[in-house]
């Protein structure tokens, strides 16, 4: 249960610990409808992340355990979950910045649909991110070579494209649990990624969009979004930019 | 079981794989299947940056860059299909400009250009700009731009779908069928990762772009899910594999964890020290010292530690010292990786050295391909409607060694080239028909690992194969340390026979994947080890102490690896020479 030190590591060396996962299940196929809580005790070093530890319960324990992963280096955007009650990356976080001395909760992260353990179903998030026109139209003709944009222009939405589509912010937002239907966070801040570039001539057409009842307007500017980037995107920036950009631009 | 029927079937939506569906979808049917949502795909990691002869920042032209490839790959570069993709790099740059990939600009607004090592002027007289980038997350960019424009074209995409199985209309799986026989393709089985159902897509193109293998390796740059499956269908349906024995072990990988550190740190000036604070690399590359090719300072620095001048408690690292370049320099132009030393070492790159280890970064060889792409079953026959491209084929275009920000090229150069000939090719081809129960196959694979109650674990037998690949068959080889690789992953194959999982479930069975990927693991490995106990040189990324020079005489020519029946055979094909000579390899 708790984590214990077990020696002194000699210098340089990481030390070993043993921690608690406790994990919020759901297996309908084996255990029934109802999710369930279970506990992984675990032997980890000074320098593993929470996947580490998922994959010593699965690889070691418990094979049935599922969950999505990849790069395991916070890139790719596979393995958002709540962690301790916040939506962080299991492979961007470190065991030993969590308080090793508890159990550390994980649970799928919260209003998509569950659909087997840490596994939510990605659908309804991927089709708003659709909806916002999440690419660049240009109507002027091409010019045989690179299109000319100052450093100051692409640094205008450098933020915003550094989205890697992982979930984190969209759902920890209080509007998005109640209301499945708000775009959410991650759609606005790709829109954003376009209306502020200056190639792109389609901003117009995307506040539109965003300007629908479940648009930016249901934002409440509670920041959840912004603490669970794992990419440090000032998300809520972002949304107020866009906001402002609605009241500002004559579409 | 449900069937579909689509002109052209790409499995893999990284960077290959949607480069080719942009091109095929606007002119046929076409249908993308991937085992990852496509933006999850591993091309998202990429860094440092991708290269063309744009001269935005200084003179330079394709056929330097030619060069380079060719004299970089150390001679083993097919040279027609490494002049080819020089000059189309640079409208394959414009291409991503085009669809809205946010390059770094220049002051007068162009895409901004950096240094990237064995890229030179001049045929090496001194290293060029020619790494166009965003960032360090060029990789990041172009996957997000490629599937941002799939959105676009609205291109059907199979997400969470494994392809185990691709359909020809021929065995070739005993190696009797004779050169010059026609041989097509039908299509591929597919499983569907929620469901557990399997499909089966009939097409008169397959397209594979299904990336790299580094997880036959221990300490690698690549994601969990690189596990070589589109090489490893190849080689079981009967096909080739070239090259394989030349895997690139990237210089910085985080110490102890493989994560990249990319060869831009060094682009942007960072420097190699030993435990004496010594520039190490003047030593072993007096003219572009920290820029040399990959396989030079991954040896390095393997060097440095084996003589004694290694780091930390062990002495088994070496140091990448960045502290001498400005802080906002550092966090504009590689934000990402030195964020990765903070969080994953807790090392403050601004004020501290960080600890590197050569990474297994990237499989040179793969499923031999013609300069459109399309897969080879002997030295010279196509296998008609299939084709292959990305880091899965080997064109070949990185010889024995790649180099830097060739692979995002590439994937772009030659996705584009699949996508053209896959269309065009279903265009006027028929559906070759389906062989009987085209999923047996498949489904009895599945169900026996899946039904046996008990057996061997698979995390225990993929860790023993990534030891004794890293261990073995890593950056210094020799015919003892790959015998016993050989003999290691002979007897784990003979384990595998008997795997089994605990999750026995339909939906989101990963336990049941991980088993499966763990098969196409082994088998590479022993082609990988095969072909580099054969292959008495030193080349490239592949290097044998007991042979330590290049031996163009026996050796100048490609592997070309067939698994008839339980063996490995080995055959040789000729490098294609066009207008460079091979000449010893100095930096
Ligand atoms: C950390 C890192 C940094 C790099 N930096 C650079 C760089 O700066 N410049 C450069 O030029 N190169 C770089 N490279 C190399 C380059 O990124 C890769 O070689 C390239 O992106 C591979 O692209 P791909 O499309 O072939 O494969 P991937 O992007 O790996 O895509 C493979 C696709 O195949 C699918 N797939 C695999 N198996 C199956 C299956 N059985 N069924 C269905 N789908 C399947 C996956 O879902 C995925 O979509 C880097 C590599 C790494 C690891
Ligand atoms: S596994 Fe890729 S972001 Fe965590």
């Known amino acids: 249960m708790t984590a214990t030190l077990s020696e002194p590591a000699a210098v340089g060396e990481v030390p070993t610990f043993d921690v608690t996962l406790r994990i919020r299940r759901f297996t309908p196929e084996t255990h029934g409808d109802e999710a369930y809580w279970q506990e992984f005790t675990i032997q980890a070093h000074g320098t593993d992340r929470l996947?580490?530890?998922?994959?010593?319960?699965?690889?070691?324990?418990?094979?049935?355990?599922?969950?999505?992963?990849?790069?395991?280096?916070?890139?790719?955007?596979?393995?958002?979950?709540?962690?301790?009650?916040?939506?962080?990356?299991?492979?961007?976080?470190?065991?030993?910045?969590?308080?090793?001395?508890?159990?550390?909760?994980?649970?799928?992260i919260k209003g998509l649909p569950v659909i087997k353990d840490l596994i939510v179903d990605m659908e309804p998030f991927f089709a708003s991110y659709r909806e916002i026109m999440p690419f660049l139209v240009s109507e002027s003709q091409k010019p045989t070579k690179e299109r000319l944009q100052s450093a100051e222009q692409r640094e205008r939405f450098d933020d915003t494209t550094k989205c890697i589509l992982c979930a984190a912010c969209t759902s920890s937002c209080p509007v998005f649990w109640t209301d499945g239907q708000y775009f959410g966070p991650a759609a606005i801040v790709n829109a954003h990624r376009f209306i502020f570039d200056s190639r792109d001539d389609a901003g117009a057409q995307r506040l539109e969009i965003l300007n629908d009842k479940e648009g930016?307007?249901?934002?409440?500017?509670?920041?959840?979004?912004?603490?669970?980037?794992p990419r440090g995107i000032e998300v809520t920036k972002a949304i107020q930019e866009v906001k402002r950009a609605m009241v500002t631009r004559a579409y | 079981m449900q069937i579909h029927q689509y002109d052209v079937v790409i499995v893999g939506a990284g960077g290959a794989g949607m480069r080719a569906a942009l091109e095929s979808s606007s002119r046929v049917r076409t249908a993308v299947i991937s085992k990852l949502y496509p933006t999850r795909s591993h091309t998202g990691a990429a860094q440092g940056g991708m290269c063309a002869a744009l001269a935005n920042v200084e003179e330079d032209n394709w056929e330097w860059h030619t060069f380079d490839t060719v004299k970089g790959g150390d001679y083993l570069v097919d040279q027609d299909a490494a002049e080819i993709m020089a000059k189309e790099a640079i409208q394959a740059v414009i291409d991503l400009e085009h669809m809205g990939l946010p390059f770094n600009r220049t002051p007068e607004g162009k895409i901004d250009q950096r240094r990237f090592g064995g890229h030179t002027a001049e045929h090496g007289k001194a290293p060029v700009r020619r790494a166009c980038y965003a960032a360090d997350r060029t990789g990041h960019m172009i996957l997000q731009t490629l599937y941002q424009q799939c959105v676009a074209r609205d291109v059907e995409f199979f997400n969470e779908f494994y392809v185990l199985d691709v359909l020809l209309d021929t065995d070739l799986r005993d190696g009797t069928v004779a050169d010059g026989e026609e041989v097509a393709v039908s299509g591929v089985v597919a499983y569907d990762l929620a469901t557990g159902e399997t499909h089966v897509f009939q097409a008169k193109s397959v397209v594979f772009a299904t990336g790299g293998a580094g997880r036959i390796f221990k300490t690698t740059s690549n994601a969990h899910t690189l596990t070589g499956d589109g090489m490893a269908l190849a080689l079981r349906a009967g096909l080739p594999l070239e090259d394989m024995e030349f895997f690139q072990f990237h210089p910085t990988g985080l110490a102890g964890l493989g994560i990249l550190l990319s060869e831009?740190?060094?682009?942007?000036?960072?420097?190699?020290?030993?435990?004496?604070?010594?520039r190490f690399m003047e030593r072993y590359a007096p003219t572009i010292k920290d820029l040399a090719p990959r396989d030079m300072v991954a040896r390095a620095m393997a060097n440095e530690v084996r003589e004694g001048r290694g780091c930390g408690p062990h002495k088994d690292y070496v140091l990448l010292d960045l502290t001498h370049l400005e802080p906002a320099h550092i966090d504009a132009k590689l934000p990402d990786i030195t964020e990765f030393a903070r969080t994953y070492l807790g090392v403050e790159p601004y004020t501290e050295p960080v600890p590197v280890y050569p990474t297994a970064h990237y499989a040179m060889g793969g499923i031999p391909t013609d300069i459109d792409a399309?897969?080879?079953?002997?030295?010279?026959?196509?296998?008609?409607?299939?084709?292959?491209?990305?880091?899965?084929?080997?064109?070949?275009?990185?010889?024995?060694?790649?180099?830097?920000?060739?692979?995002?090229?590439?994937?772009?150069?030659?996705?584009?080239?699949?996508?053209?000939?896959?269309?065009?090719?279903?265009?006027?081809?028929?559906?070759?028909?389906?062989?009987?129960?085209?999923?047996?196959?498949?489904?009895e694979q599945l169900e026996a690992i899946r039904s046996r109650a008990s057996g061997e674990r698979v995390a225990e037998l993929r860790a023993a194969l990534q030891q004794t690949m890293d261990a073995n068959a890593q950056v210094f080889r020799t015919n003892e340390s790959l015998t016993q690789a050989l003999a290691d992953v002979k007897a784990l194959q003979a384990r595998y026979a008997d795997v089994h999982v605990q999750d026995k479930?339909?939906?989101?069975?990963?336990?049941?994947?991980?088993?499966?990927?763990?098969?196409?693991?082994?088998?590479?490995?022993?082609?990988?080890?095969?072909?580099?106990?054969?292959?008495?040189?030193?080349?490239?990324?592949?290097?044998?102490?007991?042979?330590?020079?290049?031996?163009?005489?026996?050796?100048?020519?490609?592997?070309?690896?067939?698994?008839?029946?339980?063996?490995?055979?080995?055959?040789?094909?000729?490098?294609?020479?066009?207008?460079?000579?091979?000449?010893e390899r100095k930096y």
Request: hydrophobic share 40%; aromatic share 6%.
């Open chain 2, 264 to 278: 831009a740190a060094r682009g942007e000036g960072a420097i190699l020290r030993n435990s004496e604070g010594e």
């Open chain 1, 51 to 108: 996947l580490d530890a998922l994959h010593k319960a699965k690889w070691d324990v418990d094979g049935s355990l599922s969950f999505r992963r990849s790069c395991a280096h916070g890139v790719c955007g596979s393995d958002a979950m709540r962690i301790n009650g916040r939506n962080r990356l299991a492979c961007k976080t470190l065991l030993k910045d969590l308080d090793p001395e508890k159990p550390i909760t994980v649970e799928p």
């Open chain 2, 505 to 583: 479930s339909r939906q989101f069975n990963l336990d049941l994947l991980e088993a499966v990927e763990l098969g196409f693991l082994l088998d590479l490995a022993e082609v990988v080890v095969t072909g580099a106990l054969a292959r008495e040189e030193s080349r490239g990324g592949h290097f044998r102490e007991d042979f330590p020079s290049r031996d163009d005489e026996k050796f100048m020519r490609h592997t070309m690896a067939y698994r008839h029946g339980d063996t490995v055979t080995l055959d040789y094909k000729p490098v294609v020479v066009t207008r460079y000579e091979p000449m």
């Open chain 1, 216 to 229: 930016v307007w249901r934002c409440r500017t509670i920041f959840n979004c912004t603490e669970a980037c």
């Open chain 2, 374 to 443: 399309r897969a080879l079953r002997n030295n010279t026959d196509v296998v008609h409607g299939l084709f292959a491209a990305g880091e899965t084929a080997c064109v070949s275009v990185h010889g024995a060694n790649r180099l830097g920000t060739n692979s995002l090229l590439d994937i772009n150069v030659f996705g584009k080239r699949a996508g053209i000939a896959a269309a065009a090719y279903a265009a006027t081809a028929e559906f070759v028909p389906l062989p009987e129960s085209p999923a047996d196959a498949v489904v």
